[in-house]
């Protein structure tokens, strides 16, 4: 509690704020001697004390969000809390629930966010590297390879993801085609159409019509000997009773029409 002195002193009265805290009968007395008059404020709730009022300048920044403990700590691995052998999902899992656990502290935030980054761009590098190392090596093996090899791997070419996997829903839709008709009839009908659709893709690619026939029925009798030669030797336990010889020729002869329009050239 603060005391209020007062000097009257002619007709202005001045006003001297003391730090001293003096009790209600002592601020009460009065002095007439000296002119001193001793006054206090009008009394306050007792709930309220001096020790409640806090200053703004000594409230913890960011108020009572939970600060993220390993800031400081410069490897990323430990960072997070994970082991440095972690997958990329249990990086990912680690930095979701960091994030989730201290969301609202800006500091603690930007620290997980800049040791996940790191790890994820340590991930791509590697992934990077192997696939390189990974070219190479093929790379390399294809030029140790005899001169026969390397002239059969002059007419196999790789070509985008989109073109193997529409062709490969071609033929497989073939092979479904022909296996729901197995009660019906042969799949001759299906075997044609898929011919014609090599033939039609190896011309695309290769401008050549007389070409793309001599791959197309190349790709289609290998394809029919294969079957042929193979089918009987599986065990009959496996097989469907419903698929003949016949059937089971006609989807390896699909499979190699479908190998033959795709990575030949």
């Given at each position: 509690?603060?005391c209020?002195?007062?000097?009257s002193?002619?007709s202005?009265?001045?006003?001297?704020?003391?730090?001293?805290?003096?009790s209600?009968?002592?601020?009460?007395q009065?002095?007439t001697?000296?002119?001193?008059?001793?006054?206090?404020?009008?009394?306050?709730?007792?709930?309220?004390?001096?020790?409640?009022i806090?200053?703004?300048?000594?409230?913890?920044?960011e108020?009572?969000?939970?600060?993220?403990?390993?800031?400081?700590?410069?490897?990323?691995?430990k960072?997070l809390?994970i082991s440095?052998?972690?997958?990329e999902?249990?990086?990912w899992?680690?930095?979701?629930?960091?994030?989730?656990?201290?969301?609202?502290?800006?500091?603690s935030?930007?620290?997980?966010?800049?040791?996940?980054?790191?790890?994820?761009?340590t991930?791509?590098?590697e992934?990077?590297k192997?696939?390189?190392?990974?070219?190479?090596?093929?790379?390399?093996?294809?030029?140790e390879?005899?001169?026969?090899?390397k002239?059969?791997l002059?007419?196999?070419e790789?070509?985008?993801?989109?073109v193997?996997f529409?062709?490969?829903f071609?033929?497989?839709?073939?092979?479904g085609?022909?296996?729901?008709?197995?009660?019906?009839?042969?799949?001759?009908?299906?075997?044609?159409?898929?011919?014609?659709?090599?033939?039609?893709?190896l011309n695309?690619?290769?401008?050549?019509?007389?070409?793309?026939?001599?791959i197309?029925?190349?790709a289609?009798?290998?394809?029919?000997v294969?079957?042929?030669?193979?089918?009987?030797v599986?065990?009959?336990?496996?097989?469907?009773?419903?698929?003949?010889?016949?059937?089971?020729?006609?989807?390896?002869?699909?499979?190699?029409?479908?190998?033959?329009?795709?990575?030949?050239k």
């Amino acid at each position: 509690m603060v005391c209020s002195l007062f000097l009257s002193n002619s007709s202005t009265a001045t006003t001297i704020s003391s730090p001293l805290v003096l009790s209600h009968k002592l601020c009460t007395q009065e002095h007439t001697k000296k002119g001193i008059y001793f006054s206090t404020p009008i009394s306050r709730s007792p709930r309220i004390g001096l020790a409640s009022i806090k200053c703004a300048v000594d409230a913890p920044y960011e108020g009572n969000i939970p600060k993220f403990p390993r800031m400081n700590v410069w490897d990323p691995y430990k960072r997070l809390g994970i082991s440095p052998y972690a997958s990329e999902e249990e990086i990912w899992s680690s930095r979701n629930f960091l994030m989730q656990q201290y969301a609202g502290h800006e500091t603690s935030e930007e620290s997980i966010e800049a040791a996940f980054e790191k790890l994820l761009m340590t991930s791509f590098r590697e992934r990077k590297k192997t696939k390189i190392n990974l070219k190479t090596r093929l790379k390399k093996k294809v030029e140790e390879s005899p001169p026969w090899v390397k002239n059969l791997l002059d007419f196999v070419e790789l070509p985008p993801v989109e073109v193997i996997f529409r062709r490969l829903f071609l033929f497989a839709f073939m092979g479904g085609w022909s296996i729901m008709n197995s009660a019906e009839g042969g799949p001759a009908f299906q075997v044609a159409v898929s011919l014609a659709a090599c033939i039609y893709f190896l011309n695309e690619k290769t401008k050549s019509l007389g070409r793309a026939f001599i791959i197309g029925l190349g790709a289609l009798a290998a394809g029919w000997v294969c079957g042929s030669v193979c089918v009987p030797v599986i065990p009959t336990v496996i097989i469907p009773p419903t698929w003949t010889l016949e059937l089971m020729t006609s989807l390896v002869s699909y499979l190699f029409l479908f190998l033959g329009c795709t990575f030949l050239k």
